[in-house]
């Protein structure tokens, strides 16, 4: 499988950057170069629905799922890296990626790639408790996210290929804080003085943020050395 011009649809600005080291704007279509554009849609799976059909109206040959990832399977680490052959929607949805296309990315690389599934939800699954739930009900899906469900509805409705490529954050044993969570806009920028008011409010979290940013450092390198493959075609 090989797309003349490629869609990239990615939530965050600091996911975007690791693909792309030029000006980002948002929710509208940003060149990378002749063969592949992106849109920095925000988080959720509506944002990433109208990004793909975005995308499409632009002409692209196929859709990419890419940035960041909760794990659900215990084995994963923050910075592993997802290319999954299978998306589950929460209700009951399932797609299944260009699987000619994730081989030929998979053997590009010089670092492994996870198969099986990911889960694509409609609402932060941050704590400890719902990464164990959704392992129950998706017990082959590696990790979860938000926005790979909406984007493989839309190529799948379109009749074009798509694949997913995401990294992992958070390990199945680690819950999100809600200082982390809650003191960002849709696209991953930090909102000062909420972080603030969670800090004086919990102090102790701050060893919990600065764990987390290592980890997304972690993800955004692993993403960073993929980039190269993508950007090729």
Known sequence: MHCRRLGVVVALDAEAQALHAGALRHDVVVEVNAQLLLVVSGMGPERAMAAARTLLAAGVDGLVSWGTAGALQPARKPGDLLLPEVVFGASSQTWSVDLAWREILAQS?????????????????????????????????????????????????????????????????????????????????????????????????????????????????????????????
Request: charged letters at 15%; proline letters at 6%; glycine letters at 10%.
């Open 109 to 233: 690389l010089s670092l492994p790639a996870y198969a099986g599934g990911l889960l694509s939800v409609a609402t932060p699954c941050g704590s400890v408790a719902a990464k164990s739930a959704c392992l129950l009900d998706f017990p082959l899906a590696q990790g979860v996210d938000m926005e790979s469900g909406a984007i493989a509805a839309v190529a799948d409705a379109a009749g074009k290929p798509f694949v997913v490529i995401r990294s992992i954050v958070d390990p199945a044993d680690q819950s999100l804080p809600d200082a982390a969570t809650g003191s960002v806009d849709a696209y991953g920028g930090l909102q000062v003085l909420k972080l603030m008011r969670g800090l004086l409010r919990h102090p102790a979290v701050c060893v919990d943020l600065m764990r987390l940013g290592a980890q997304m450092q972690k993800a955004l390198n692993t993403l960073r050395a993929v980039a190269p493959s993508l950007q090729a075609g």
